[in-house]
């Protein structure tokens, strides 16, 4: 079974650009979330996408956004990119299964602006 | 508000010494999950445990254990006879009951492990 695939694995920005983070969960998993880990902050939550709707937001300006399509993939995007928006970017896909509950992460994409 | 802390920031070992890390945390539900994660430097978040709220029975898999106890808030992880492969950032987690579901899982802020050989 497939695992949750994240792609790029690394990108280099500039500031000011926008940049999109794709994420493919493992089947059958309809929920994905997406979350920022970085060296000062830690791992902080974004949003959580479940049947192509957003159903939890995070606490990050509006220059952060996602989207899921009906076979569950999502992407993020953020736009006008600043060089604190360099981090490691974690998606991760679950079941909406309370005996099975547990996320299972993607090894992420790396983000650089400069 | 639901936190999890993780008071050790890092922890250094020499092989084959017992480690514990430890993890509070608070919520105002009752019905809940905790989880801990493992993050080799290879970067991607290996699930470890899961534990509900309702479960207060400690678990034991290979050289890990887990240790929960509600009175304190606390779920403890003990790694016995540690080696060098353990090196990692290791994370606690909770995610609070919504609905038929379960809200956003809130990390800890992480402790750094390595072991020395």
């Known amino acids: 079974k497939a695992g949750v695939t994240q792609t790029p694995r690394y990108l280099i920005k500039t500031r000011g650009q926008q940049v999109t983070l794709s994420c493919s969960p493992i089947?059958?998993?309809?929920?994905v979330s997406w979350y920022q880990q970085t060296p000062g902050q830690g791992l902080q939550f974004l949003f959580e996408y479940f049947s192509e709707t957003q159903r939890n937001k995070g606490n990050f300006p509006g220059r952060f956004s996602g989207r899921q399509f009906s076979n569950s993939r999502s992407e993020m995007n953020v736009s006008t990119l600043e060089l604190g928006d360099s981090a490691l970017y974690l998606c991760?896909?679950?079941?909406?299964?309370?005996?099975?509950?547990?996320?299972?992460f993607g090894s992420g994409t790396r983000l650089t602006v400069v | 508000a639901q936190k999890v802390t993780q008071a050790q920031t890092e922890i250094s070992v020499v092989e084959k010494e017992d480690v514990t890390l430890d993890c509070v945390y608070e919520t105002r539900d009752t019905t809940y999950y905790l989880f801990w994660y493992k993050q080799p430097p290879s970067g991607e978040l290996v699930f470890l445990i899961r534990r509900n709220s309702f479960d207060e029975q400690n678990e034991i898999s290979g050289r890990y254990s887990w240790n929960f106890q509600k009175s304190t808030s606390s779920f403890n992880f003990t790694i016995t006879a540690s080696q060098v492969v353990d090196s990692a950032v290791y994370f606690c987690a909770l995610s609070e009951a919504r609905g038929t579901s379960y809200d956003k899982v809130i990390f800890g802020p992480g402790t750094s492990l390595s072991v020395i050989p």
């Open positions: 089947s059958g998993h309809r929920s």
């Open positions: 991760a896909s679950r079941v909406e299964d309370r005996s099975n509950y547990g996320y299972t």
